[in-house]
């Protein structure tokens, strides 16, 4: 479902009249039922009053007076793709719909129900069900094809329910046509359509909105539900019955069913040369392009208004009558009963037409476009009398000609300054606010009086001076018309006067809504108005929201807002759409659609249900509606925010261990579409102009489905070798110089020529005309027609395009490429290039704006994008389609400045060092991190047994007695002492501890061995693991309840050789933080109060946490003279025969080595390994491309690997077929692999590889000839720079204090911190105490052995004692 948006294929042009076409016709066949048609999908349509429901007590009624435009419908057609149906398109071809309900119900016992309130169980054939995928019809689009069941839930305003009806939109195969009069409940009005249940024997049916019994007048009576089938609206979901009881005393039955409605061209005469020969070229094109039947007039104004006479046909002659005011009841007359002929059918006065417009001429004083006299308001008046011909008063017995359908085109180059309606020439004329409100209301009066006589009045503006949008859109709002802005009079100004003059789709529109009791219509957004309540048949029990459509346009939608009213019960909510209308043939139609939908408990299929597309566009005119002016608009970008955030916390889950949540996959494709919206055209700042963007939020607003998406986001497709074309998400990174590219704004088409291409001619001629048959085609039907633009890369007319995408330069590549993968392909030099040739925006890329959110996960997007990504096809070409596996989406949700815990433990799993156990504080140890650890520790192990040092294993439990033999040393440790009470169900006699270190259990050991002075040194050491039950924020590796370590444990005679084996093996773990982590460390002594508890002295190194400005102690040597030894009574003789005690040591490092070299070298990317440790050194990808020689790419990668293992260098291939090279790319850089080895066609033929170093980015090509050496260089230069880079960062924390206040004000910024110290236990204490706070308490770290110079009376910087030395401070892990 999270598929993109499909184009149909075939716009269907022909819309195929109702010929009055009998057709009640059994045959199967013939219930084709629209809703299936794949090719075909509606296209909505637009405008936009709000109403509330009256249940809402909110209002009803009065429509909000809209500014409103209608737009142009869409419904493209693409060569690129199968059209992204919003909806699912069924499977099957039409099935044969079966007829629901009678089917179910016990034939034999009808008389079970009469009352209507009895109960009726819906059993719809299960046929039909599959078969029919719910709100499967192209003119009702649901945002979810399923209802929740829980109001609460239900009801989410972020996200909500609701639906997009366009009653205008033709089906390519047309509904069932029945040519009779609907059965409607006779309780609430609703129409008896497939979901009825009906007793075939009395001909009885049910109705679905109300459960109402309601007779048939015996047609419905069947023998079988066989026969029941024959009634179409049983068996269809959208029926049309055209009306036969000409109930409307209007009604004028129809004689000639090719008549068609008049159009009046109202045309602005004050234009210059220039525009005018524009102008002049589209009219004569549009007369060119007009049915022949179709009446037009023709009318002129400036000051004065000409309607020109078409009676003589050789000569272009006009009737003029001043424009100053409205024309008089006279005047008209004269117009309506004189001789003149003001509308002729083309056929008669095509000539004459083209002869008028050739007549035209440029305006002649000199005065300034906007300075001009137009009186456009009585040039509009004249032009409805003309249609209307003999009003009702005036013409008692005179024919009435019908109105319906007629069209007022207005062609406007500037304001209307003059006559009613007019306002000032310049808007600092002080009057002018008045006077623009009256002009205002006068405009709308206007065009309501129009719309009272179903003429609806389009404004097509061109032109370079300002029209005065405000006063003139309420003239098309009103009338049910559309105001278009253009540039000029050319090109897309003389297809939209072709389009407004053929787009009608019939006139006198009521729309009905009726749905079950359970749900609640909140909110309506559409080109139309509350209904009078005696504008329509009404029922005893009506429940229905009326709307007076304004027009009725195959290109506008309304978009209805649904609420569940409370919990609902049942397992289906019905609803139903009457559309009651005349159409251009003046047959009045009652168009009836009936959707049943099935609701669920389940939140997660609920989701799946949802068409996103479908969900943005409602949102989108939600929106919008309450984005009136610039202002609003920005504070709407602040309302999608939050509703994103707002559907991750409501339908979202958790991300374990965080505030985050994952936006709910079902619905991935959402946020991006809302994003677009937020920074689009509509809400965002790429129109400057309010006047533009009136008209656009106009438009949009009662713009059909397919245009209001791609105004709400753009659609992007590059062109390709052949012609085809591939859609591709729109990043501002993802166009190259060597393409074209069309991107698709619903009123903008921008064509994109890459420089490279554009310096081809021949290749870019042919690329432009693909390019512009696609965008022709994308915008067949819409209306108003899009701008087509065409452009070369770096013209200044780029920027455009540019700010149409979602700048994603701002991301980091991985996240570029995942998202957009032709990256991968590009060289550095290329890259460079490219990015360097876009615009930098201020705007935040789409991951950046998630990120931004705080509440969402941007990976988890990111992920479900790229997956929806994965299924751009290559389109056309008929190349083989791969299978391969979607990938998923690499890259950190969380930055390691910005929050540093988050990114750790994102880092540590994505990187698969750690997965996470059921048990807290306990972590499973990866390959990646084991072998990390098996390097140090195959280091480590050779040195001391080069010491002379042995290994040995003791068991890891303890018994209590040894544990608590020694007292300072236990209760360092006995809160984190975990203990085995049980085995099996019995209780322990005993209870046996877990060692938290070995002291205590092996040196009883040591007192049994070690009886003589030969018997020293005993040097044990054993890898192994220790428990140690923390409480506090277990962290991976750093603070672990369990974790692995080495331990020493070691005997001597003298302290001296004590103090020496302290210190050598101090300089081992230097060695491994420096030399194998390229981790600076400080050497140093702890203080009493640090140090290990039962011992003499402990040395520990200290490395430095620059993010979180925390020190860490890496690893201690502890000397612990003879204070075990007195206790475990480890006692010798020594060679003088005397008992002595040894002097004895222990020493350890741990696996949180590894976590401390993260938290230094990783970065947004991932882990970065220094490579003396990393497990794999060099992981060589192929890239292979079309048409190269993949195997030959393979081999040389399988040869590179072979070489450099040769060498002694860790390396291997990434040959997986179903992953990318840019995936694979961001896979190892996330794992850290310190070098990446590109290996493409070009490489081949140069023998070449291409080497990417983890730790910088840096990309050098070097010769396969000198491989291993450059590679081995390439490696040490890295772990070099790595530790360079370290050193450098921990140095800059480095501060050096004086004085409390110093202190404080270096612990608030996150130093390290050497002070000089007095050395009293107390002063530290002190010192933690007073430091104490959310962050943790300040503690000394260590007092480095090199120590800076002392000054003499330096007093300690906490107590004001004298100090004895330098120590460093901070707080710590
Ligand atoms: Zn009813």
């Not at 993802?734 to 069309?742: E, F, G, H, I, K």
């Not at 056309?876 to 389609?881: A, D």
């Not at 042995?950 to 203990?979: M, Q, R, T």
Request: proline share 7%; with cysteine.
């Amino acid at each position: 479902m999270a598929t993109p948006p499909q184009a149909s294929p075939s716009p269907n042009p022909d819309k195929s009249p109702i010929t009055a076409a009998p057709t009640i016709s059994p045959g199967t066949s013939r219930f084709t039922s629209p809703n299936l048609q794949p090719d075909q999908i509606a296209s909505p349509s637009i405008k936009n009053p709000i109403m509330l429901s009256p249940e809402n007590g909110v209002k009803t009624g009065s429509p909000i007076p809209h500014l409103s435009t209608p737009p142009g419908p869409p419904v493209f057609t693409s060569p690129v793709r199968p059209a992204a149906v919003p909806f699912r398109t069924s499977p099957a071809t039409p099935q044969p719909v079966a007829f629901s309900s009678g089917s179910s119900l016990p034939t034999s016992s009808p008389p079970h129900f009469s009352n209507g309130s009895v109960e009726l169980q819906q059993q719809v054939p299960s046929a039909l069900e599959e078969s029919l995928p719910a709100g499967d019809i192209p003119c009702v689009l649901f945002s979810a094809h399923k209802v929740l069941k829980h109001k609460k839930l239900a009801n989410v305003p972020s996200l909500g329910f609701g639906v997009l009806v366009s009653p205008g939109r033709e089906t390519s195969i047309g509904p069932q046509v029945i040519q009779r009069d609907p059965h409607r409940c006779h309780n609430c009005g609703a129409y008896s359509n497939l979901y009825s249940n009906i007793l075939i024997g009395s001909g009885q049916w049910q109705c679905v909105i109300c459960r109402n019994l309601n007779g048939s007048e015996g047609e419905y009576v069947a023998s079988s539900k066989e026969e029941l089938r024959n009634f179409p609206e049983l068996s269809s979901p959208l029926v049309d019955f055209i009306q036969t009881g000409n109930k409307r005393p209007s009604y004028v039955p129809v004689t000639d069913s090719r008549t068609s409605a008049p159009v009046v061209l109202v045309i602005d005469e004050c234009l210059d040369e220039q525009h005018l020969q524009h102008l002049q070229s589209s009219l004569h094109a549009f007369v060119d392009s007009v049915p022949l039947t179709t009446r037009i007039g023709i009318i002129l104004y400036g000051r004065t208004v000409s309607v020109y006479d078409f009676s003589e046909d050789s000569i272009a002659s006009a009737d003029v009558i001043p424009g100053g005011t409205s024309p008089t009841q006279e005047t008209l007359k004269g117009f309506i009963y004189g001789t003149g002929i003001y509308l002729s059918p083309m056929h008669a006065s095509k000539e004459i037409a083209h002869l008028i417009f050739s007549s035209l001429r440029p305006y002649k004083l000199n005065v300034p476009e906007a300075s001009r006299d137009r009186c456009l308001g009585t040039a509009v008046e004249v032009a409805m009398a003309i249609i209307q011909g003999p009003s009702v008063d005036m013409s008692r017995g005179v024919v009435k000609r019908p109105g319906g359908n007629s069209r007022i085109i207005v062609c406007a180059g500037g304001p209307n300054t003059y006559g009613p309606g007019s306002v000032p020439h310049s808007y600092t004329h002080p009057n002018y606010p008045h006077r623009e409100k009256t002009a205002l209301k006068w405009m709308e009066h206007l065009g309501r009086e129009a719309h009272q006589h179903n003429i609806v009045v389009d404004v097509l503006c061109a032109g370079t001076c300002p029209v005065r949008v405000p006063v003139l859109q309420p003239l098309a709002n009103s009338s049910g018309g559309v105001l278009v802005l253009h540039d000029d009079f050319g090109e897309a100004f003389g297809v939209n006067l072709q389009r407004a003059s053929a787009r009608a789709a019939g006139s006198h529109g009521l729309l009905e809504i009726r749905c079950s009791d359970d749900i609640l219509v909140t909110q309506v957004v559409g080109p139309g108005e509350g209904a009078h309540i005696d504008t329509h048949e009404t029922f005893k029990n009506d429940i229905s929201l009326c709307i007076q459509m304004l027009s009725v346009e195959e290109t506008q939608c309304f978009s209805i807002s649904l609420e569940n009213k409370h919990d609902i019960k049942s397992d289906y909510v019905f609803f139903q759409f009457a559309i009651q209308y005349s159409n251009v043939y003046q047959a009045d139609i009652a168009r009836v659609i009936t959707i049943r939908l099935p609701t669920v408990d389940s939140v997660s299929a609920y989701l799946q249900s949802v068409q996103d597309e479908v969900a943005a566009v409602i949102i989108a005119k939600r929106t919008l509606l309450r984005a009136k002016s610039y202002s609003d608009a920005i504070d709407m970008q602040t309302t999608i925010d939050e509703r994103v955030k707002d559907i991750a916390l409501k339908f979202g889950s958790q991300v374990p261990k965080s505030k985050l949540y994952l936006f709910p996959k079902e619905i991935s494709l959402l946020p991006e579409l809302l994003f677009h919206l937020r920074r689009g055209p509509l809400l965002g700042s790429i129109v400057g102009h309010e006047d533009e963007r009136s008209v656009l939020r106009n438009l949009f607003l009662n713009a059909s489905f397919d245009l209001s998406l791609r105004m709400t986001a753009p659609r992007c497709l590059m062109h390709r070798e052949g012609g085809t074309f591939e859609e591709l998400p729109a990043y501002d990174l993802a166009m190259q110089s060597d393409t074209a590219v069309v991107l698709d704004h619903g009123t903008d088409v921008f064509i994109w020529l890459g420089a490279e291409l554009a310096a081809d001619e021949g290749r870019s001629a042919s690329a432009l005309a693909a390019c512009r048959t696609l965008a022709e085609e994308l915008t067949e039907l819409r209306f108003p027609a899009p701008r087509i633009l065409a452009f070369k890369e770096g013209s200044s007319q780029a920027r455009y395009f540019v700010s149409r995408l979602i700048p994603a330069h701002k991301d980091p590549p991985y996240e570029q490429e995942a998202r957009f993968p032709q990256l991968r392909t590009l060289t550095t030099e290329q890259r460079t290039k490219l990015k360097s040739s876009f615009i930098h925006f201020d705007d935040p890329s789409f991951c950046e704006w998630i990120r931004g959110l705080k509440a969402t996960k941007a990976s988890a997007i990111t992920i479900f994008f790229d997956m929806a990504g994965g299924e751009h096809k290559k389109s056309g070409g008929g190349g083989k389609k791969k299978e391969v596996k979607k990938e998923t989406g690499l890259g950190l949700s969380f930055t390691k400045d910005e929050n540093f815990g988050e990114w750790y433990s994102e880092v540590v799993v994505s990187s698969e060092m750690i997965e996470y156990y059921d048990i807290s504080g306990c972590y499973i140890l990866r390959p990646w991190a084991m072998s990390i650890w098996e390097i140090m520790q195959t280091f480590f192990d050779a040195e001391i047994k080069k010491m002379k040092v042995k290994n040995c294993y003791f068991p890891l439990f303890v018994s209590p007695g040894v544990l608590l033999k020694e007292k300072d040393h236990i209760e360092g440790f006995a809160p984190e002492v975990a203990w085995v009470t049980k085995s099996g169900h019995s209780d322990l006699e005993v209870p046996i501890a877990i060692r938290p270190t070995s002291e205590t259990v092996m040196y009883p050991y040591y007192s049994k061995w070690i009886r003589g002075h030969r018997d020293l040194p005993l040097k044990l050491n054993q890898w192994c693991n220790v428990v140690r039950w923390e409480f506090s924020n277990p962290t991976p590796f750093i603070r672990s309840r369990e974790f692995l370590w080495q331990e020493g444990h070691t005997a001597f005679a003298t302290k001296e050789e004590a103090d020496t084996e302290v210190l050598q093996i101090l300089e081992l773990y230097r060695r491994i933080y420096e030399e194998f982590l390229a981790i600076p460390v400080t050497k140093g002594r702890k203080s009493e109060l640090e140090k290990f508890a039962g011992g003499l002295y402990t040395t520990s190194i200290e490395a430095f946490i620059p993010n979180t400005g925390r020190g860490i102690q890496g690893a201690t040597s502890h000397c612990l003279g003879q204070n075990f030894a007195k206790m475990f009574e480890i006692n010798y003789e020594n060679e003088k025969g005397e008992k002595a005690m040894v002097w004895q040591n222990s020493w350890g490092y741990s696996t949180r080595t590894i976590g401390v070299m993260v938290m230094v070298h990783g970065d947004d990317k991932g882990l970065v390994l220094p490579p003396k440790v990393a497990a794999l050194q060099v992981i060589v990808i192929p890239i292979p491309y079309k048409d190269a020689d993949t195997q030959g790419i393979f081999d040389a990668c399988t040869a590179t690997v072979a070489t450099l293992s040769e060498a002694g260098i860790r390396a291997e291939a990434d040959l997986r077929e179903n992953y990318s090279p840019g995936w694979k790319y961001s896979n190892w850089e996330m794992k850290g692999v310190p070098l990446r080895i590109e290996i493409g066609p070009q490489d081949l033929e140069n023998n070449q590889v291409r080497v990417a170093r983890r730790d910088n980015g840096e990309k050098t090509d070097i010769s396969r000839v000198f491989l291993v050496e450059q590679v081995k260089g390439m490696l040490d230069k890295i772990q070099q720079n790595l530790f360079d880079a370290a050193k450098q960062k921990r140095d800059a924390c480095i501060e050096v204090v004086k004085t409390w206040d110093e202190f404080v004000k270096a612990l608030g910024q996150k130093k390290l911190i050497l002070a000089p110290w007095c050395d009293e236990k107390d002063v530290e204490k002190d010192v933690k105490a007073r430091t104490k706070g959310e962050m943790g308490a300040a503690k000394s770290l260590c007092t480095p052995f090199e120590q800076p110079e002392l000054a003499e009376g330096t007093k300690c910087f906490a107590s004001g004692k004298p100090a004895k030395k330098w120590t460093y401070w901070g707080r710590s892990y």
